[in-house]
C-alpha cells in the first residue's frame, strides 16, 4: 500500500446547492464538438506518455527509494490510468467510477506517478460536472466518489500516524499537504466543471434565440413581400386598369359617333374598333395579373376556378362537419378574375366555418347562375356553440377587398334562425368596369 505521501485522493468537497440548479437544465444535452474523439485519444495518449516518463523518473529519484515499485509496474498503471480517458468527455458517468477504481487497484498492486494520477482524476472529475446532462446523477456521483477517496486518504494518513515511525513535524505537514492539494486540485474540477456546463448551456439558448430571431426575420421577410404584392395589385387595378378602361369607353363612343356617316367615318370606326378590341384585352389580361400577384397560393400554377369548387368541398367535408355544395343554374362564362375571386371567398368562408360554427356543424355551399349575376353562398347552422373562437377579422376583410376590387358585393354575418352566412353577388356587367 502506498504512502499518503505518493498518494493522490479527492478531498470532500460538495456544494449540495447545485444540485438543484443542475437539475433545472436536466432537459439540454451538450452536444459533442465534432472531432471529440480525436482530441480525447491525443489527451489520453499525452497524459499516459507523461505518467509513465515520470514515473520511470521518480523510481530513481530520492524521493521514492523506499516504495518497491518497479518501472514496469509504474508505466502500467499509468497507462491504464489514462486510457478510460478516451471517453471521458463521450461517457462521463463511466469513466469517472472507472478511473477511480483503477486508481485504487494500481495504487495497491502496482502503482502509479502521483502527477498524472491527479490530472486523470481531475479530468473525470471535471467530465462528469461539464459534460453529463443528467445532472442530478452527475452531483451524486461526484458526491459519492470523493466521499470514497477522502474516506481513503484518512485511512491511510490515520496508519501513518499509527505506524512504527514517529510522529514528527514532516510527517504532518506532508499529510496536511496533501489534503491541501487535493482540496484545491479536486475542488477546482467540481466547481470548473459546473461552470463549464452552465457556460454550454448560456450558448446553447443564444444559438436557440439566434434560430428564433433568423425564422422571425423569414416571416417579416415573407410578410413584406406579400404586402408588396398586394401593393402592386392595388397600383395595378386603380390607376393602369381604369385608364384602359376610360379608353375603351370613349373609343366605343368615338365608334358610335362616326357610324352617323358611314361613307367618311368606315376606316376610322374599323380603327376605333380595334382599339375597343384592343383594350378589352388588356383588362382581361391585366385583371388576370392583377389576381395572380394578390394571390401568392395560385402563383405556382393555374388559378383555381369554379370548376374546383366541388373538389374543395370534398376537403372540406373530410372534417367532423358536414359539407354540401350544389350549383343551381347553367354555368354563364366569366372571366378568370370573377372565377378566383369566388374561389377564395368559399375557400375562407369554409375556413371559417370550419373554426367559428362547430365540429358538427352542417355547411352549404352554393353557386347559383342567374340572369344578371352569379353567386356564392356559404352557409352553416352553427349549432356547436358558434363563435366559441373569435378570430383576427382579417380573412373577412380579405374577401371584402377582393370583392370591392371586381365592383361586386357581399353580405356577411349571422342568420336570423341561427348560423353564419357569406353571400357574395357578382354582376356580369361588372366584368366590363372591373
Not at 439558448?205 to 392595388?234: D, G, K, M, T, Y
Not at 393602369?240 to 363612343?253: E, S
Not at 376605333?272 to 389576381?291: F, N, P
Request: net charge negative.
Amino acid at each position: 500500500m502506498p504512502q499518503p505521501v505518493t498518494e493522490a485522493p479527492e478531498t470532500q468537497r460538495a456544494d449540495t446547492g447545485d444540485a438543484d440548479d443542475a437539475a433545472a437544465a436536466s432537459e439540454n444535452i451538450r452536444p459533442l464538438p465534432e472531432n471529440w474523439l480525436r482530441t480525447d485519444v491525443t489527451v489520453a495518449l499525452v497524459v499516459a506518455a507523461f505518467g509513465i516518463l515520470t514515473g520511470f523518473l521518480s523510481i530513481y529519484s530520492p524521493f521514492y527509494v523506499e516504495l518497491e515499485w518497479t518501472s514496469i509496474d509504474v508505466m502500467i498503471g499509468a497507462g491504464l490510468l489514462a486510457l478510460p480517458l478516451i471517453f471521458y468527455r463521450r461517457y462521463p458517468l463511466v469513466i469517472a467510477p472507472l478511473t477511480c477504481t483503477i486508481y485504487f487497484c494500481a495504487g495497491a498492486f502496482l502503482g502509479f506517478e502521483a502527477n498524472s494520477a491527479q490530472v486523470v482524476l481531475f479530468l473525470s472529475i471535471y467530465a462528469l460536472g461539464a459534460w453529463e446532462h443528467r445532472r442530478r446523477i452527475a452531483f451524486w456521483m461526484r458526491l459519492v466518489i470523493i466521499i470514497l477517496m477522502a474516506v481513503w486518504l484518512a485511512w491511510a494518513t490515520l496508519e501513518s500516524l499509527t505506524g512504527e515511525a514517529p510522529v514528527s513535524g514532516p510527517l504532518v505537514s506532508g499529510i496536511l499537504v496533501q489534503w491541501l492539494i487535493n482540496l484545491v486540485f479536486f475542488g477546482a474540477a467540481w466547481i470548473f466543471g459546473d461552470r463549464a456546463w452552465d457556460s454550454a448551456m448560456d450558448r446553447l439558448e443564444l444559438e436557440r434565440a439566434h434560430a428564433e430571431l433568423q425564422s422571425a426575420q423569414s416571416v417579416i421577410a415573407e410578410q413584406a413581400v406579400e404586402f408588396e404584392r398586394l401593393r402592386i395589385a392595388r397600383e395595378l387595378h386603380d390607376v393602369v386598369a381604369h385608364h384602359v378602361t376610360v379608353m375603351g369607353v370613349h373609343a366605343a363612343a368615338a365608334r358610335r359617333l362616326l357610324s352617323t356617316d358611314p361613307p367618311r367615318s368606315e376606316a376610322a370606326a374599323s380603327q376605333l374598333t380595334h382599339v375597343e378590341d384592343a383594350s378589352q384585352e388588356a383588362i382581361g389580361d391585366l385583371r388576370t395579373l392583377v389576381y395572380t400577384l394578390r394571390d401568392s397560393a395560385g402563383s405556382a400554377g393555374p388559378l383555381p376556378g369554379l370548376e374546383d369548387l366541388a373538389e374543395l368541398t370534398e376537403r372540406a367535408d373530410d372534417t367532423t362537419q358536414t359539407v354540401t355544395y350544389d350549383q343551381v343554374g347553367e354555368a354563364v362564362p366569366v372571366g378568370p378574375a370573377v372565377e378566383l375571386t369566388l374561389y377564395r371567398v368559399a375557400q375562407e368562408a369554409l375556413s371559417n366555418a370550419r373554426k367559428h360554427a362547430g365540429a358538427t356543424a352542417s355547411v352549404h355551399l352554393r353557386l347559383r347562375y342567374g340572369t344578371d349575376a352569379v353567386e356564392l353562398e356559404v352557409s352553416d347552422d352553427g349549432r356547436a356553440q358558434p363563435l366559441q373562437r373569435p378570430g383576427t377579422g382579417t380573412g373577412l376583410q380579405g374577401m371584402r377587398e377582393r370583392i370591392n376590387a371586381i365592383g361586386a358585393t357581399i353580405h356577411i354575418g349571422p342568420k336570423s334562425r341561427g348560423g353564419w352566412l357569406v353571400r357574395a353577388r357578382v354582376p356580369y356587367k361588372a366584368q366590363e368596369s372591373a
